[in-house]
């Protein structure tokens, strides 16, 4: 008797998990930064400084701890550093020590619970319909993080700032049922393989690459450098949107002036995780059918081409056109990542490649924004900070175009039959 095939139903707890987890704090903590500057008098630099510092001295969590434990226990354990974040973001008193340490509590949170381990549980339950579902995935993120768009304002607003975040740290234990009872790391955890198939995929039998490997062969630092590029791009458009709108001038601070700037941002940040909903959707499903390769290379060009969009935003000017196209291509982005590796280096390889690639590309998302604050603050607009945002894009764009096309994959098959790769490094 064919045995029920249960991916679908891991896939929806995987998208409600990686919803909380990352969708919630990551896209909505950027609606704080001006409640910041108001009440401890810090500067943009100063704000946007706590996150590049985290990720710089979170590099080696990646490697050394992902790879060595199941999905299911990262998400519990990286969920809890999250919730203890946002408690102390909510209580701190304008200590910047205080702050940068709360960003590294955060950090270490994200890489545990973030994109790494959703993305290890659906590579595992899925091969064929792998984009798909990896589409449906990120889905989670940008919907939850619509939902908490759209509450942030009124619960802000209702209250306090300081409430407001520790609310948003408490959200996370909502990860914890879903992870402890409904997700399972692999199919073979259920006596299943992946899609339902009656048998393994041939991936499945491909040797597990060590890091030395990896770090020898110009397809990954292509990938490296390409979606750290872009990545960065993203990050430093959606840190600095609420800022630019100031820029571009939201200058107004009474209360009715106040309240334009949220709703403006509120109406961009909606939009944008909207409008990515549909991009992981499309883009998932492309992927399946077409070359990632190229499906990528398009998206990584269409979000550089949107940044330059964000200057035209103003009290009299919607941000919808420029949210529309840049949500699109930011919903790809992410979700694209995991399938180029699983199709470069085997699935087997992906928990070691994502180790490296997520902490690098945290990188690139926390300290392009902290670069883009000098430039801003340097250059008295955002103008030319905007334009070197852009220009980073697109040579991430570049460097995907250039990517080999199943030429690091095919060497892995060539190698293991040869038994000249180990298992472990």
Request: some cysteine; charged content about 10%; overall charge positive.
């Amino acid at each position: 008797m064919r045995k029920t095939f249960y991916g679908w139903w891991v896939t929806l707890a995987a998208f409600l998990t990686f919803g909380i987890a990352v969708g919630l704090p990551y896209y909505n903590m950027p609606f704080f930064y001006d409640y910041f500057q108001r009440e401890f008098h810090w500067t943009k630099g100063q704000i946007t400084f706590g996150f590049p510092l985290a990720a710089l001295l979170t590099l080696w969590i990646g490697p050394v701890l992902v790879p060595r434990f199941s999905p299911r226990k990262l998400i519990l354990v990286g969920t809890a550093f999250t919730c203890a974040a946002f408690l102390g973001f909510g209580t701190m008193r304008g200590s910047l020590t205080v702050y940068y340490a709360l960003w590294f509590l955060y950090t270490v949170g994200y890489i545990l619970s973030g994109p790494i381990p959703h993305q290890l549980v659906i590579s595992h339950w899925f091969r064929r319909n792998r984009g798909k579902a990896m589409g449906i995935l990120y889905v989670g993120v940008g919907l939850i993080g619509f939902l908490g768009s759209y509450l942030v304002k009124p619960l802000t607003e209702g209250t306090n700032f300081h409430t407001a975040l520790m609310v948003w740290g408490a959200l996370m234990f909502l990860a914890w049922p879903l992870a402890l009872f409904a997700i399972r790391d692999r199919a073979a955890d259920k006596g299943l393989y992946p899609d339902g198939d009656s048998q393994p995929p041939a991936e499945n039998q491909a040797a597990s690459l060590s890091f030395s490997y990896l770090l020898r062969h110009y397809s990954f630092w292509l990938l490296l450098i390409g979606s750290f590029c872009s990545i960065g791009a993203i990050g430093a458009v959606n840190f600095h949107m609420k800022f630019v709108f100031l820029d571009q001038g939201f200058t107004d601070h009474t209360k009715e002036g106040l309240a334009l700037l949220n709703s403006t941002w509120r109406v961009a940040s909606m939009t944008i995780l909207a409008t990515s909903i549909a991009g992981r959707l499309a883009i998932g499903g492309l992927a399946d059918r077409f070359s990632k390769k190229w499906v990528m290379t398009a998206t990584y060009f269409l979000v550089a081409a949107t940044i330059p969009m964000l200057l035209t935003v103003s009290p009299s000017r919607s941000p919808v056109a420029f949210a529309v196209l840049f949500g699109f291509g930011m919903g790809a982005d992410y979700m694209l990542i995991p399938l180029m590796a699983a199709e470069q280096f085997g699935v087997n390889t992906l928990a070691r490649a994502m180790a490296i690639i997520l902490p690098v590309n945290t990188i690139g998302q926390t300290w392009f924004p902290y670069f883009v604050s000098i430039l801003r603050e340097r250059f008295g607009s955002y103008a030319i900070a905007l334009g070197a945002v852009f220009a980073v894009s697109v040579i991430g764009a570049l460097a995907i175009l250039l990517l080999p096309r199943h030429q690091a994959q095919d060497e892995t098959f060539r190698l293991q039959n040869s038994g000249r790769i180990a298992a472990r490094g």
